[in-house]
Nanobody
């Protein structure tokens, strides 16, 4: 199994920046990709950004040009650099790891506990 620990959330003014971190441990070899999702009250959870373990990235249209996802393979950590933050970015951000269970070969998703990002003046 995989454990995910998130950090970096907080309160920031519009136009400010935050960097989220997600450290993975456990069956790291089984991870195919990692990503950041977010969910605001009353909204469905949506993909913000994802990155494969070989470096291919994908972003939601709403954050392109403002957010950057990156990885540090040596530390098994992914980051989400968030710049030019807007009030509509306010949400609980959760780290996700897509894995292949090596016993069943089923796809298994793991989630961090979530970290609150609030953008407000």
């Amino acid at each position: 199994q995989v454990q995910l620990v998130e950090s970096g959330g907080g309160l920031v003014q519009p136009g400010g920046s935050l960097r989220l971190s997600c450290a993975a441990s456990g069956s790291i070899f089984s991870i195919n990709a990692m990503g950041w999702y977010r969910q605001a009250p009353g909204n469905k959870r949506e993909l913000v950004a994802s990155i494969t373990m070989t470096g291919t990235t994908n972003y939601a249209d709403s954050v392109k040009g403002r957010f950057t996802i990156s990885r540090d393979n040596a530390k098994y950590t992914v980051y989400l650099q968030m710049n030019s933050l807007k009030p509509e970015d306010t949400a609980v951000y959760s780290c996700n790891a897509e894995t292949t269970d090596r016993s069943s070969w089923f796809r298994v998703d793991y989630w961090g506990q979530g970290t609150q990002v609030t953008v407000s003046s």
